[in-house]
């Protein structure tokens, strides 16, 4: 089961409901069905980046058996 989580210090009200689409994306990406991917945000945390509290997101993809064309993974 591919996962996306995405850590965002901001707030949750502001994460626009089309976030959903993010599960379709990684779905093509990985050769998986869409019914088998798993989007996470961790809205509102508290953190800085580069000394900086301005908004920022930091994301992690995890998947079993990879990626189905390295062309996606690297924006060819």
């Known amino acids: 089961m591919p996962i996306l989580q995405v850590f965002t210090n901001i707030a ?3 994460i626009p409901s089309e976030f959903s689409q993010a599960a379709k994306i990684i779905a093509n990406l990985t050769g998986k ?3 088998s991917v798993m989007v996470l945000v961790n809205a509102g945390n508290v953190g ?3 000394g ?3 908004p920022f997101i930091y994301a992690e993809l995890q998947s079993i058996g990879g990626f189905t064309d390295p062309n996606k993974v690297t924006g060819k």
Do not use: L, M, V, Y
Request: net charge neutral.
């Open 12 to 14: 949750s009200k502001s």
């Open 33 to 35: 069905k869409e019914n």
């Open 48 to 50: 800085c980046f580069g």
């Open 52 to 54: 900086s509290t301005d």
